[in-house]
């Protein structure tokens, strides 16, 4: 006999804020009509019958069964207060007065989710475990895992799968699911140089990210305009290059961010992007080359000094730093967009060019300075992925290296998979996924993003095996804390799908309907999804005073 500990106590309330669906028959006409209780991103394996059971507030229980610890006892409560309020906070005495609980109480109810894993890791990694299997039945609902980032991962497709029926109340239909993602890899950019965004808009995007289950926040902290990472090695960096004292992370934000993305099973990866990108970096002296006219520097800097045994030094104290402060262990280098103009123009570097033998070939000390910071990483224990360029100009870095392949969002990109793979670097797919160029979602539509296929180059079984995933990227020119959130979902989530599940899937016309549902889930939940299927409705609209949790 299981030994299940009640590891939730359930809170007893007496009622829940039912929403009322029509009562009459509505003649109006969205151009998509939600769907109620189908799941986003669609599962791999899944039997749904007409079998329905109810689920209420106060007999509900999340149970677990051998395995436990924090991160699983966090889930329980983030998933009970989804389930039961869509907001942390309890409905208000006259919602309940408006929607008293109704229905006719003869329907069987599933009164707990007794949940089994094995392990439970500290950490989500790039192996982490994400396959589950659910199954919601009278007798027993069960959700089992290998290991907590499974589930995670089912919890959330649980809590997708219950819904408000006709007769207004909390129902689940009885349900098999088996469920592991395609690819490992499925990550979300947010650029926060460009425009600064507040700690808050980035823990609301890994909200929305565990809604869709994307894996990976690749932290596009720093770049040319301004540096908002507050170094504790060197506090210059963010004094000098923020756009203001107000406009950093310190290194207290930066745990906070981690903490909310490591209980919700998602890695984060920052990205130092250097030797071009680095305008910002003014604050560490001689790092950055001074440009030259005729022979005389003219004010400007360029890329990151690749000839200076300080840089290398400064590098080495910097990955250091990252190494402690983020666990996930991968960071991101950058190399793309060396601009070579300003190397060229300063005699120092010409030389230091004619003594190495370059050949007046810039890009050759490109490559010289991307494979001199691949080994900085691995002296410190960092792993890494780059921008397709260090591939491209033919760097000498190691295999293991990570192509991020983002050349051309018009189609150039089926030959770059086919080119970094055939070297036999992994690769990750961002290219078509350049959310901030979406003008309208109608002359652009989510329909294009949907139909890309990670997959879909010219190459061998083992070439299309190290394609490990794929990323939304949101750049921040024209991106702030008024409209990150809008502008990234449900557009991400659209990605979110085309990485978790099976290839076949691919039909926009069948995921519209569901789409809408998870647009109006995530405005529920709490979060301004805009509209990307045209005309239409939810049932419950936004709300800002109901959503406040933030
Ligand atoms: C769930 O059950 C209801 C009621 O029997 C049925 O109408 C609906 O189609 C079922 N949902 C799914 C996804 O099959
Ligand atoms: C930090 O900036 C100050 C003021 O510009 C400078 O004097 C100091 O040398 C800088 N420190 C480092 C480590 O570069
Ligand atoms: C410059 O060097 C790169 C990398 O070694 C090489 O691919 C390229 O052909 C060279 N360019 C010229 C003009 O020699």
Known sequence: MMLLMLLYNCWSITSICVISWFSIPSLAKPTVFSTVGEPWPMPMQRTVSDITYNVSPETFCFNHDGVNCDLLQQAFQRYYNIIFYGT??????????????????EKQQINSLIVTMTTCPEYPSDNSNEEYSLTVHEDTSNLESESIWGVLRGLETFSQLIYIAKDGRLTINATDIVDRPRFPYRGLLLDTSRHFLDVSSLLKNLDAMAYSKLNVFHFHIVDNPSFPYQSSTFPNLSQQGAYSPNHVYTQDDIDRIIEYARVRGIRVIPEFDTPGHTESWHGIQNLLVPCYTDNVPNGLFGPVDPTEESTYMFLTELYKEIKNKFPDGFIH????????????????????MEAQGFNNNFTKLEGYYDERITQLA????????????????GAKVPQKTIALVWKDADGGYVDELAKVTAKGHRAILSSPWYLNRVKDPHTDPWKKYYKVDPQNFPGTKDQKKLV?????????????????IPRTWPMASVIAERLWSPKDLRDPKAAASRLAEHKCRLVWRGLQAQSITGPGFCPQEWNSREHDKY
Not at 378 to 393: S, T
């Open 378 to 393: 691995d002296q410190v224990g960092l792993d890494y992925i780059v921008w397709q360029e260090v591939i491209d100009i």
């Open 88 to 105: 942390i906070e309890a409905p208000s005495q006259e919602a309940l007065d408006a929607y008293p609980l109704k229905g006719d109480g």
């Open 333 to 352: 280098l950058g190399g793309d967009e060396v601009k070579h103009t300003c190397w060229a123009s300063n005699p120092r570097i010409v030389s230091f």
């Open 468 to 484: 490990i995933g794929g990323e939304a990227c949101m750049w921040g020119e024209y991106v702030d804390d008024t409209n990150v």
